[in-house]
């Protein structure tokens, strides 16, 4: 059987609910009095480890698509010096070259993004089994993900345009 009791203070109406419980019945015993605080914590940890395991996958998965388009674009720009060198020197404004850079790295992360939801959507038989209470098609969620994605992609971005408008232009003519 359970009991359930309200009440300001927890030691008082555990100590009246004994005194009922052995007023009815002495042998009869009180067990296992949690508070309804304390039910909720037990009842919900499960989910909440699983959410915290997927917020910290989610976060690494992020950090490590802005590690990997910063890497190719750094790359990028490093193969790329000469030829950038040789258009500042033929009068391209270091902007332009800077964009240059964040376009090629933007448009690198709009086919990943693209790629991942068409993966989402056709994998959603498998993540329904994994997400509880949640449409697998769930359009804000796609879309906060795409837009995170992006922004990750774009801040990846902002180091290598900067470094490709700052070539200098001799170092094209040298070679």
Do not use: K, W
């Amino acid at each position: 059987m359970t009991i359930v009791a309200r009440g300001t203070d927890t030691a008082s109406t555990v100590g009246g609910l004994r005194s009922a419980v052995r007023g009815l019945d002495p042998s009869l015993p009180l067990s296992n009095v949690r508070t309804m605080e304390e039910r909720m914590v037990t009842a919900t940890a499960a989910p909440r480890l699983l959410t915290a395991v997927l917020t910290t996958f989610a976060v690494l998965t992020g950090l490590l698509a802005a590690i990997g388009v910063y890497g190719l674009l750094a790359r990028t720009v490093n193969e790329r010096r000469r030829e950038l060198a040789i258009r500042l020197a033929l009068g391209a404004q270091p902007g332009s070259l800077a964009r240059l850079v964040a376009r090629h790295g933007l448009t690198l992360a709009i086919i990943g993004i693209v790629i991942g939801l068409g993966g989402a959507h056709l994998a959603r038989g498998v993540l329904r089994a994994v997400l509880f209470q949640t449409d697998t098609t769930d359009v804000a969620a796609m879309v906060a993900a795409a837009i995170l994605l992006l922004l990750a992609a774009a801040l990846a971005c902002l180091a290598p345009a900067r470094r490709a408008a700052r070539v200098a232009p001799a170092e094209g003519l040298r070679d």
